[in-house]
């Protein structure tokens, strides 16, 4: 529910719209080349012929999401984890269903492993290149992992 306020300048901020897409098509393929080389963590998917993302999010997956996510806020690096909790196991969902831990082992793997790195249109290449070379630093504690 916007308020005329709100409404006004969302009118306003639609015009930069397709931009602000751009730009994020951009910064996540800049950061899928940064990180192509590590096999612990599964990039996002990308758009084909009958599909253009707009990566509102840019959600990684990787083994060791809450080890890599300290690391990152140490560095000064804000991310998000935006699945915590599969749908199954919401309480709505164990009340009127039932539903207990094990019963989707994919959505519980899914949102153990996702973690949401920065993307915003005005971010620059160079804290791109920084978030992505922090996460090669993570890595490179434990070389069994990066390839």
């Given at each position: 529910?916007?308020?005329?306020?709100?409404?006004a300048?969302?009118?306003?901020?639609l015009?930069?719209?397709?931009?602000?897409?751009?730009?994020?098509?951009?910064i996540?393929?800049?950061?899928?080349?940064?990180?192509?080389?590590?096999?612990?963590?599964?990039?996002?998917?990308?758009?084909?012929?009958?599909?253009?993302?707009?990566?509102?999010?840019?959600?990684?997956?990787?083994?060791?999401?809450?080890?890599?996510?300290?690391?990152?806020?140490?560095?000064?690096?804000?991310?998000?984890?935006?699945?915590a909790t599969?749908?199954?196991?919401?309480p709505?969902?164990?009340?009127?269903?039932?539903?207990g831990?094990?019963?989707?082992?994919?959505?519980?793997?899914?949102?153990?492993?996702?973690?949401s790195?920065?993307?915003?249109?005005?971010?620059?290449?160079?804290?791109?290149?920084?978030?992505?070379r922090?996460?090669h630093d993570?890595?490179?504690?434990?070389?069994?992992?990066?390839?």
């Open positions: 529910r916007l308020n005329t306020v709100q409404a300048i969302g009118r306003v901020q015009r930069r719209l397709d931009g602000w897409n751009e730009r994020r098509r951009q996540a393929s800049h950061y899928n080349g940064l990180l192509s080389d590590l096999d612990d963590l599964t990039r996002p998917p990308s758009g084909d012929s009958a599909t253009r993302e707009v990566y509102h999010m840019y959600a990684i997956r990787c083994g060791r999401r809450d080890d890599l996510r300290i690391w990152l806020d140490q560095k000064g690096i804000e991310t998000g984890i935006h699945y599969p749908i199954h196991l919401q709505l969902y164990r009340r009127m269903f039932g539903y831990s094990g019963e989707f082992p994919n959505s519980e793997t899914l949102c153990s492993q996702e973690l790195l920065p993307i915003h249109p005005s971010l620059t290449s160079e804290e791109i290149e920084f978030t992505s922090m996460i993570f890595y490179e504690q434990e070389p069994e992992l990066r390839h």
